[in-house]
């Protein structure tokens, strides 16, 4: 398929040399085969002659005897309609036809885009079409029927999607057959006024597109993508087209000469592989050429080796690797972990010695064929449908997770226009990472996505209750932007009715993620406090104190200050300092301070450095034989009910008793106390810093160590 080959908008069609580039289908010659002839009534049409040599190339026991008869209600339906272009309206439905067919489309299908414009421009109505071809071609039919303007007005074409989405999610084929619709009609474009041709061009750069992308289906995304470009950039278009038209016409080719290369190195391994050169499509030229600057013969392509299984990809990747020259950095692997649109292939990329860098995909032929067709060719609507999964995910590959939760928020969007706008934006987030989760399934997210769009993705309106997050096994605030091969864990609360916070909506950068705490927002009116009760220590006093102290009965003054530190000249007063708050046996120096009294200090401290630089005189210090000490801790945790009744129960198992505590509230859902025990054994410390960790919830546990005297 060119982007140039049928669309009256564009320069003339590339020709001589250049035309090995671009396969093309031939849909003009249908309009003088369109009418039905004097075929007999029980014999398949001539003018679909095309369609069924297509069809029976993917599916050779295909019956034809639907399609025969859905040819004929169309032909005789839309008898007399013309085309803006000047031909009989037939040709359209008989083009989009054959461009399914080509992708290896079920004969379903095919009938139901012979039928697709029926219902909507002639008296044939959805029940008679129940009646002659089935449910599932009604259904088809029905899904990409437009609404009416009368109807709807300004809001036709949004509602139009917004029905044709929820349709694909029941059906797939549904957008099938409308990116084939599209297709062809970006092909004919040319006879519609410019301001039109920008317009539909946008919305197709905006919707279809991306739609087609989500899909897998790269032969309709590709010719799309080349027929947008030369509508809204003209000029760019034709620069890229003289570029390939200047290279095609070179007497060398570097690409032609490493695929040669490549070619003996396989067959010298006894691999059976097939080797084609793959044209790029004008946009990737543009792209590339914007990206490196000037371009070399092999930039205007790359190679595509074909094997039979999956085993083969690699053992070419290891010959490849091993006989030429490898650029490491080009390397991916998505086999191992395919595309969230069911793409699968392995990526490198071999130089040669004068520099010429060619990239090259390895996959078998059946991943070439979804890589081109994408769910067409995955689809199986005569199977029982499949259960959901674990995870929620469906296993029924034409029902991929972005749909199913593309679906969930536009139930959120009743409005035409917000439904519109968040749909463009959505969409236009192309670029998808790949992170994974600790059992070794794997999430897609669009890049520039947090922690936040993580647990909706994985968890839907359930991850309100979401407490935390370690990315790449560390801990990390649900703001944390993630990147492609991060493995996410995300900590959720036990409370059924947790609630998200409301800081979260600034972090939320997927449409699942904000519209579902906007939803939440909203049935929690903004004149009530903020509970955030699902996600903090319940002991906590309100706000605004910044932070809510609890000292026991007895007290501060209720026990000694220090374990026993021997002081040179004995006798003087000693006070362990509360910025490092030392224990035995650690290592510890004291400095003389007003009164008389000594601070006695970790060796370590940053305190101590900076007497030393004030010339403030060390003091000879050392633990005496009592053990007992008091020592202030630091714990950071995720908030959660009753998790300081757990955490003030696990201390005072392991002997300490609390003198003050004090929660500071919630931040980003992270709660951070002080607590100053008193133990009976300084020994005991490293244990009872263990128990306090191993409360749920809790993450971090430290001595104080501050900056302050």
Same mark, same amino acid.
């Given at each position: 398929?060119?982007a140039?080959?049928?669309?009256?908008?564009?320069p003339g069609?590339?020709?001589?040399?250049?035309?090995?580039w671009r396969?093309r289908?031939?849909?003009?010659?249908l309009g003088r085969a369109?009418?039905?002839g004097p075929?007999?009534?029980d014999?398949?049409?001539?003018a679909i002659?095309h369609v069924?040599e297509?069809h029976?190339?993917?599916h050779p026991d295909?019956?034809?005897?639907a399609?025969r008869r859905?040819?004929?209600?169309?032909e005789?339906?839309?008898?007399?309609?013309?085309r803006?272009?000047?031909e009989?309206y037939?040709?359209h439905p008989?083009?989009?036809t054959?461009i399914?067919?080509e992708?290896?489309a079920?004969?379903?299908t095919l009938?139901a885009?012979?039928?697709?414009?029926?219902v909507?421009?002639t008296?044939v109505?959805?029940?008679q079409?129940?009646?002659?071809?089935g449910?599932? #071609?009604?259904f088809l039919v029905?899904g990409v029927t437009k609404?009416?303007?009368?109807?709807?007005g300004a809001?036709a074409?949004?509602?139009?999607f917004r029905k044709?989405?929820v349709?694909?999610?029941?059906d #797939?084929?549904?957008?099938?057959?409308?990116?084939a619709d599209r297709l062809h009609?970006?092909?004919?474009l040319g006879?519609?006024?410019p301001?039109?041709?920008a317009r539909?061009a946008?919305?197709t750069?905006?919707v279809l597109?991306?739609? +087609?992308?989500?899909l897998g289906?790269?032969a309709?995304?590709?010719?799309?993508e080349?027929?947008?470009?030369?509508i809204l950039?003209?000029e760019?278009y034709?620069?890229?087209?003289?570029?390939?038209?200047d290279?095609a016409?070179r007497?060398?080719?570097p690409l032609?000469?490493?695929?040669?290369?490549v070619?003996?190195?396989l067959?010298?391994a006894?691999i059976q592989?097939?080797?084609?050169?793959?044209?790029r499509h004008?946009?990737s030229?543009?792209r590339v050429s914007r990206?490196?600057g000037r371009l070399?013969?092999a930039?205007f392509g790359?190679l595509?080796?074909?094997v039979?299984?999956?085993a083969?990809c690699?053992?070419?990747?290891?010959e490849?690797h091993?006989c030429?020259?490898?650029?490491?950095s080009e390397?991916?692997?998505?086999?191992?972990?395919?595309?969230?649109?069911l793409?699968q292939?392995?990526?490198? +990329?071999?130089?040669?010695?004068?520099?010429?860098?060619?990239?090259v995909?390895?996959?078998t032929h059946?991943m070439?064929k979804?890589a081109?067709?994408g769910?067409v060719?995955?689809?199986?609507p005569?199977a029982?449908?499949?259960?959901e999964s674990?995870?929620?995910?469906?296993?029924?590959?034409?029902?991929?997770?972005?749909?199913?939760r593309?679906l969930?928020?536009?139930?959120?969007?009743?409005?035409?226009?917000t439904f519109w706008?968040?749909?463009?934006?959505d969409?236009?987030?192309d670029?998808?990472?790949?992170v994974?989760r600790?059992?070794?399934?794997?999430?897609?997210l669009p890049?520039?996505?947090?922690?936040v769009d993580a647990?909706y993705e994985q968890?839907?309106?359930? &991850?309100h +209750?979401?407490?935390g997050?370690r990315?790449?096994?560390?801990?990390?605030?649900l703001?944390?932007?993630l990147?492609?091969g991060d493995?996410?864990?995300?900590?959720?609360?036990?409370?059924p009715?947790?609630e998200?916070?409301?800081e979260w909506?600034e972090?939320a950068?997927?449409p699942?993620?904000?519209?579902?705490?906007q939803r939440w927002?909203a049935?929690?009116p903004t004149?009530?406090?903020p509970?955030?009760a699902?996600?903090?220590v319940?002991?906590?006093?309100?706000?605004?104190?910044?932070?809510a102290?609890?000292?026991?009965?007895?007290g501060?003054?209720?026990?000694?200050?220090s374990?026993d530190?021997?002081?040179d000249?004995?006798?003087?007063t000693?006070r362990?300092a509360?910025?490092?708050?030392?224990v035995?046996?650690?290592?510890?120096?004291?400095?003389?301070?007003r009164?008389?009294v000594?601070?006695?200090?970790?060796?370590g401290?940053?305190a101590?450095a900076?007497?030393?630089?004030?010339?403030?005189t060390?003091?000879?210090?050392?633990?005496?034989d009592t053990?007992?000490?008091? #020592?202030?801790?630091?714990?950071?945790?995720?908030?959660?009910p009753?998790l300081?009744?757990?955490l003030?129960e &696990?201390?005072?198992?392991?002997?300490a008793?609390?003198?003050s505590a004090?929660?500071e509230?919630?931040?980003?859902?992270?709660?951070r106390h002080?607590y100053?025990?008193?133990?009976?054994d300084a020994?005991?410390?490293p244990a009872l810093m263990r +128990?306090?960790r191993?409360v749920?919830? #809790?993450y971090?546990v430290?001595r104080a160590q501050?900056?302050?005297?």
């Amino acid at each position: 398929m060119s982007a140039e080959a049928t669309n009256p908008a564009t320069p003339g069609p590339v020709t001589g040399p250049a035309a090995r580039w671009r396969a093309r289908i031939d849909l003009r010659r249908l309009g003088r085969a369109a009418l039905l002839g004097p075929a007999a009534r029980d014999r398949l049409p001539d003018a679909i002659g095309h369609v069924a040599e297509a069809h029976r190339a993917h599916h050779p026991d295909a019956d034809l005897e639907a399609l025969r008869r859905a040819y004929v209600l169309a032909e005789s339906s839309h008898r007399g309609q013309m085309r803006k272009s000047g031909e009989p309206y037939i040709t359209h439905p008989l083009a989009v036809t054959l461009i399914l067919a080509e992708l290896g489309a079920e004969t379903t299908t095919l009938t139901a885009s012979l039928l697709h414009d029926t219902v909507e421009d002639t008296d044939v109505t959805l029940d008679q079409v129940r009646e002659q071809f089935g449910e599932e #071609v009604r259904f088809l039919v029905d899904g990409v029927t437009k609404l009416e303007k009368v109807d709807y007005g300004a809001a036709a074409e949004p509602e139009t999607f917004r029905k044709m989405l929820v349709a694909t999610g029941n059906d #797939v084929r549904v957008m099938s057959i409308k990116l084939a619709d599209r297709l062809h009609n970006m092909r004919t474009l040319g006879v519609m006024r410019p301001e039109k041709q920008a317009r539909i061009a946008k919305v197709t750069r905006d919707v279809l597109i991306p739609l +087609a992308e989500r899909l897998g289906v790269q032969a309709l995304k590709t010719e799309l993508e080349d027929l947008v470009f030369a509508i809204l950039h003209p000029e760019e278009y034709e620069h890229t087209r003289e570029l390939i038209v200047d290279n095609a016409s070179r007497a060398d080719d570097p690409l032609a000469e490493i695929a040669d290369e490549v070619r003996g190195v396989l067959r010298d391994a006894d691999i059976q592989a097939e080797v084609v050169i793959r044209p790029r499509h004008f946009v990737s030229v543009h792209r590339v050429s914007r990206k490196r600057g000037r371009l070399r013969g092999a930039d205007f392509g790359r190679l595509l080796v074909l094997v039979n299984e999956d085993a083969d990809c690699y053992g070419v990747l290891g010959e490849l690797h091993t006989c030429l020259t490898p650029v490491v950095s080009e390397f991916k692997d998505f086999i191992a972990v395919p595309k969230f649109n069911l793409y699968q292939s392995l990526h490198t +990329a071999v130089a040669r010695g004068d520099g010429q860098v060619a990239e090259v995909l390895i996959r078998t032929h059946q991943m070439h064929k979804v890589a081109e067709a994408g769910v067409v060719a995955l689809a199986n609507p005569y199977a029982p449908p499949s259960e959901e999964s674990a995870d929620g995910e469906r296993e029924d590959p034409t029902r991929p997770g972005w749909l199913s939760r593309l679906l969930d928020w536009q139930e959120a969007a009743p409005d035409p226009d917000t439904f519109w706008s968040t749909l463009r934006e959505d969409l236009a987030q192309d670029r998808e990472i790949t992170v994974f989760r600790p059992d070794g399934g794997t999430l897609g997210l669009p890049e520039g996505a947090t922690c936040v769009d993580a647990a909706y993705e994985q968890y839907g309106e359930d &991850a309100h +209750a979401c407490i935390g997050a370690r990315v790449n096994g560390r801990l990390a605030t649900l703001s944390t932007v993630l990147r492609d091969g991060d493995t996410v864990q995300l900590l959720m609360g036990q409370d059924p009715a947790s609630e998200p916070s409301r800081e979260w909506l600034e972090h939320a950068h997927t449409p699942a993620a904000r519209i579902a705490i906007q939803r939440w927002i909203a049935t929690h009116p903004t004149h009530e406090e903020p509970n955030e009760a699902s996600h903090e220590v319940e002991e906590r006093e309100p706000a605004p104190r910044a932070a809510a102290e609890a000292p026991v009965a007895d007290g501060p003054a209720a026990r000694p200050t220090s374990a026993d530190v021997l002081v040179d000249p004995p006798g003087a007063t000693v006070r362990l300092a509360g910025c490092c708050t030392p224990v035995p046996p650690d290592d510890i120096t004291g400095f003389a301070v007003r009164g008389g009294v000594v601070t006695v200090h970790r060796v370590g401290c940053a305190a101590v450095a900076r007497m030393k630089d004030a010339g403030r005189t060390e003091v000879d210090v050392r633990w005496g034989d009592t053990t007992e000490c008091r #020592v202030t801790l630091f714990a950071e945790s995720f908030g959660r009910p009753h998790l300081l009744a757990d955490l003030t129960e &696990a201390m005072a198992l392991e002997g300490a008793e609390i003198v003050s505590a004090t929660v500071e509230p919630p931040t980003q859902q992270r709660v951070r106390h002080t607590y100053t025990v008193q133990l009976p054994d300084a020994a005991l410390l490293p244990a009872l810093m263990r +128990a306090m960790r191993n409360v749920p919830g #809790v993450y971090d546990v430290s001595r104080a160590q501050t900056t302050g005297v």
